[in-house]
């Protein structure tokens, strides 16, 4: 039996619905945040502007990288392995 009194209703309002493509992110750290800056850099263009811009607790930001590798193993396991296009297959970057 679920308690009614711990769900969390996610409202996604219409403006933000269709998202924003990035295909670059910059992260920064205080000691109290993270700032994670995406951006989205076209070819040939000097300038690549910040679609957005988060800031999220350091605990936040590790609940965070384990949802996102939750997630690519999910992805993985259904699609096949992604391989950024500076690695290798198999390899892992250090």
Do not use: C, W
């Amino acid at each position: 039996m679920e308690n009614k009194e711990n769900q969390l209703q996610i409202q996604l309002r219409p403006e933000m619905a269709d998202g924003k493509y990035t295909n670059l992110a910059m992260i920064g750290h205080g000691p109290n945040e993270f700032l994670i800056d995406f951006i989205f850099a076209a070819p040939g263009m000097p300038q690549a502007p910040v679609v957005s811009r988060v800031v999220m607790t350091p605990e936040n930001a590790k609940q965070l990288l384990f949802a996102l590798s939750d997630n690519i193993k999910k992805y993985e396991t259904q699609f096949g392995e992604i391989v950024p296009r500076n690695m290798k297959p198999g390899i892992a970057n250090n």
